[in-house]
């Protein structure tokens, strides 16, 4: 083979190209991330899981003889991994089959776990109940990996199923003290919104004060009342607001609402009244959210005490909280279901449109059977009436079947009519053609002095009709949000 011949440049000009690629070279950046494990083989999963699901309770040599049989991605951590949590997922009940893989690959391939994978292994075994399992291998996890959100979360919610207090507030100590208090809110969190089981998180607190020093702050016993009152235990709600009041800790904007709603809900009214006013009085806000506002309007307004509710919702005006569709929906509905204010419910009406608060089908139906009753009355006008338009528009939509009873009850009168369905009618005109009618009848019920008719009609007609109709406008109100 002939040598290789290198091509021979002048001497300043080889200096001058070392030089400048010495220049051009960048400063030593940091090690890329690792790439992402490849997608798992199907076919090798397939067999993976049938193996372990098949040979769960066999002996451990016949185990590994099978599962060594695999071509196992062994020479990329990250692919074993992936390949762990794809068959872990496949067993999300059965405690026993991941187990056992977990032994193989540790045995056989030196397995490390990463974030997820051990938050998937603990998840795994809280499901299934094992919770001798789970808690020791949550010991035996690597502290780094052991103090993970998804793993704690996992942990603590399968050790609060079982009523384990006792492990659950040592899940506290694996922390330093100066997270500890965090770490408290977080466990509770857990066990009151996701196990619904406030009695074992409010004893989880009890033991975290008296073992590790940790005492309860104002998130905690918020958490405490909410879910209390969520559970139907409003005694106990009661005994830990009381309890905070003895402490000087002074309950948040959810504490007050729920207590509120609660109260509602078991017709106190006056009691739920005096909490509001209390709230009130301590200057407690929720923000532009205004939760407790939304409530104290929405119940009112549902037993029918409009004044009440006008009164609150001109203090929201007031102090700059945010009100939105559903505030002056159930403003709409308790003018209608409750006080019969048909002219008034669509002042409130055209309010939520000028504010840009798109109304929903609900306050549109409600509308029409105010204006015109569930089961429709006759107009004064002999051309623009309720037959003229809905009973001639169902006819027109071909849909004589369920107009025959309106027909009878227009020629003979003292016919038994159904209530007639507001929602299929202006389903069946939902298109362009449907446009075209909407606003057609808007301007001849307008002409005949149907004005809030009129008024509703058009407005359904320019926003609702279509599907673009209803999405322009809802992105409209979107924009003017933002």
């Not at 030196?110 to 938050?119: D, E, L």
């Not at 359904?460 to 992105?475: K, Q, W």
Request: glycine share 8%.
């Amino acid at each position: 083979m002939p040598p290789r011949r290198f091509p021979i440049f002048p001497l300043h000009l080889r200096l001058l190209s070392t030089t400048s690629a010495d220049a051009s070279t960048p400063s030593p950046s940091p090690s890329p991330s690792p790439a992402p494990p490849r997608p798992t083989d199907k076919a090798l999963l397939l067999r993976l899981c049938t193996i372990l699901y098949q040979q769960q309770h066999a002996p451990d040599a016949t185990l590994r003889r099978r599962l060594a049989a695999l071509n196992l991605p062994f020479s990329d951590p990250s692919d074993l991994r992936e390949l762990f949590l794809q068959a872990a997922a496949r067993f999300p009940l059965s405690w026993r089959p991941v187990h056992r893989l977990l032994d193989h690959l540790t045995a056989a391939h030196g397995f490390s776990h990463s974030p997820a994978t051990a938050a998937r292994l603990v998840d795994v075994l809280a499901k299934s109940r094992n919770i001798d399992l789970l808690h020791f291998t949550l010991l035996s996890l690597p502290t780094e990996l052991a103090r993970s959100p998804s793993t704690l979360r996992a942990a603590v919610r399968g050790l609060a199923a079982a009523r384990e207090v006792g492990k659950v507030s040592a899940l506290v100590a694996i922390f330093p003290e100066a997270e500890r208090l965090r770490i408290l809110g977080f466990v509770t969190d857990v066990v009151c919104s996701v196990c619904r089981l406030p009695d074992v998180a409010e004893k989880v607190i009890k033991q975290a004060e008296h073992r590790h020093g940790v005492s309860r702050d104002a998130r905690c016993c918020e958490m405490l009342v909410v879910a209390y009152c969520r559970a139907g235990m409003f005694s106990d709600a009661c005994r830990v607001w009381n309890g905070m009041e003895r402490r000087g800790i002074e309950p948040g904007a959810a504490a007050y609402e729920e207590i509120v709603v609660t109260l509602f809900k078991n017709n106190r009214v006056p009691d739920a009244m005096k909490v509001f006013d209390g709230m009130r009085r301590r200057g407690v806000s929720g923000g532009n959210r205004g939760g407790c506002y939304r409530a104290v309007v929405s119940w009112l307004c549902k037993e029918g005490r409009m004044w009440g509710a006008y009164m609150v919702f001109a203090e929201m005006v007031k102090r700059g909280v945010e009100v939105d569709g559903e505030v002056m929906g159930d403003l709409v509905y308790g003018l209608l279901a409750r006080r019969k204010r048909a002219g008034e419910a669509t002042e409130v009406f055209r309010e939520m449109v000028a504010r840009g608060c798109e109304p929903n089908m609900h306050t549109y139906i409600m509308l029409l059977q105010g204006h015109l009753g569930k089961r429709g009355r006759k107009g004064r006008d002999p051309l623009v009436n309720f037959e003229s338009i809905f009973v001639g528009g169902l006819v027109k939509a071909g849909r004589t079947l369920q107009a025959t009873k309106f027909v009878e009850r227009t020629m003979w009168g003292g016919v038994d009519v159904p209530r007639f369905d507001y929602n299929k009618f202006l389903y069946y005109f939902s298109n362009e053609e449907g446009v075209l009618m909407f606003e057609e009848v808007g301007r001849r019920l307008k002409d005949v002095g149907h004005v809030d008719l009129g008024d509703i009609f058009l407005t359904y007609g320019e926003r609702m009709a279509t599907r673009d109709r209803r999405r322009r406008a809802m992105n409209e109100h979107l924009t003017e949000v933002q």
